[in-house]
């Protein structure tokens, strides 16, 4: 079995909830939009909103280019919570584990996803944010590629 999240031209629809310390978990959905423009280099544009509450959508505009010989991808990100971000990601068997961090922060704020694929059209999301050395926030998913 071979992915379909990120190497393939796709919309993907987003269910979960999301942690923060100290906080009631909230429920979250959004949206992921992935194309392949040019050889190797791939955007991706996420929406993320939490019905029910009054906090903001988080909005995250990627490119990224795909080392295709190594299974490995680089990819800078301009998202609304965090700012500006660089990250990397790694393609292995049954998941895809990526590692971002932003830029400039005093904050020291970096992060990791991972996403397990279930079936070719679903996958599960785990991931956090790290402030310093605390997690500051965890979201958990489930994707659905929408045929």
Same mark, same amino acid.
């Given at each position: 079995?071979? %992915? $379909?999240?990120?190497?393939?031209?796709?919309?993907?629809?987003? =269910?979960?909830?999301?942690?923060?310390?100290?906080? +009631?978990?909230?429920? #979250?959905? /959004?949206?992921?939009?992935?194309?392949? $423009?040019?050889?190797?280099?791939?955007?991706? =544009?996420?929406?993320?909103?939490?019905? !029910?509450?009054? &906090?903001?959508?988080? #909005? !995250?505009?990627?490119? /990224? %280019?795909?080392?295709?010989?190594?299974?490995?991808?680089?990819?800078?990100?301009?998202? =609304? *919570?965090? /700012?500006?971000?660089?990250?990397?990601?790694?393609?292995?068997?049954? $998941?895809? @584990?990526?590692?971002?961090? @932003? #830029?400039?922060?005093?904050?020291?704020? $970096? !992060?990791?996803?991972?996403?397990? &694929?279930?079936?070719?059209?679903?996958?599960? *999301?785990?991931?956090?944010? @790290?402030?310093?050395?605390?997690?500051?926030?965890?979201?958990? +998913?489930? *994707?659905?590629?929408? #045929?």
């Amino acid at each position: 079995m071979t %992915h $379909s999240f990120l190497v393939e031209t796709g919309q993907w629809i987003i =269910n979960g909830n999301w942690f923060e310390r100290n906080q +009631a978990p909230l429920t #979250i959905n /959004g949206a992921l939009d992935i194309r392949w $423009s040019e050889q190797n280099w791939f955007t991706m =544009n996420l929406e993320l909103s939490f019905p !029910g509450s009054d &906090r903001e959508d988080i #909005i !995250g505009k990627y490119r /990224g %280019h795909f080392h295709e010989a190594a299974y490995q991808y680089t990819y800078v990100l301009k998202q =609304n *919570l965090l /700012g500006k971000i660089e990250g990397e990601g790694w393609i292995a068997l049954d $998941s895809i @584990v990526q590692r971002y961090w @932003v #830029i400039g922060d005093r904050q020291r704020r $970096s !992060g990791f996803e991972t996403f397990y &694929r279930i079936s070719p059209n679903s996958y599960r *999301l785990s991931g956090a944010i @790290v402030t310093g050395a605390f997690i500051s926030s965890t979201i958990e +998913a489930t *994707l659905e590629r929408q #045929i």
